[in-house]
């Protein structure tokens, strides 16, 4: 089952409601007459978040779902000896979002939080789905002091890029043969009982 949630020029139709992935995002491109859909490679979703404690890494699971002011998907749930919430905004008039994690400790733990993903697929969309062909890039970036993937059919038809507000916040990605950009980003953080730890990231459009 899904969450869904957007604005005036993204969507985010696919929030599973499992582990709180998100499958894929779509945005409306002029250029293009259309709807360009940003996918995961197979089953992989573009983004998923990831919670480790004391090295162990902890499936998000049992999770429950609300909405707060009849648009924003929230959720919450127990594992570990922590408590985890998090939320997924798409302010209007933005072209991006903001995906916040957060994690409450029962007792001392060490604590890695991050969102990880591949960014395999891009299609377009008018009544019918096609594949669009192109080449996929990542690099570093100094404007958001941390990196940039960009989809080219000759120049960028677009780019994803995450902005990283904490600032001991570490980030890396890798492409294999097949072209396909796998990233990982997170912040490691040492709780108290009853200490809480938020991570967020941006993600814009260009």
């Avoid at 998000?60 to 919450?76: E, G, I, K, M």
């Avoid at 940039?148 to 570490?170: E, I, Q």
Wanted: aromatic share 10%.
């Amino acid at each position: 089952m899904y969450y869904v949630t957007g604005n005036e020029f993204v969507s985010l139709p696919t929030i599973r409601m499992a582990d709180a992935a998100i499958e894929g995002l779509t945005f409306l491109h002029m250029g293009a007459k259309g709807m360009i859909h940003i996918k995961g490679v197979g089953k992989e979703p573009l983004l998923r978040p990831t919670i480790v404690v004391d090295d162990r890494p902890v499936g998000l699971a049992n999770l429950q779902w609300s909405r707060d002011r009849y648009w924003v998907p929230q959720f919450c749930g127990e594992a570990q000896g922590l408590v985890l919430s998090g939320c997924i905004i798409v302010p209007l008039e933005e072209r991006g979002f903001i995906y916040r994690l957060s994690v409450k400790a029962a007792r001392l733990c060490k604590v890695q939080i991050g969102l990880e993903g591949s960014f395999g697929e891009t299609l377009h969309e008018v009544n019918e789905s096609k594949p669009v062909s192109g080449k996929k890039s990542a690099y570093e970036s100094g404007w958001n002091h941390s990196f940039v993937m960009d989809f080219r059919t000759g120049l960028p038809l677009y780019a994803l890029a995450p902005m990283v507000v904490d600032t001991d916040a570490r980030w890396d990605y890798r492409q294999d043969d097949q072209g396909v950009i796998r990233f990982a980003l997170w912040r490691s953080v040492e709780l108290e009982e009853g200490e809480e730890a938020t991570f967020d990231v941006i993600w814009g459009l260009g």
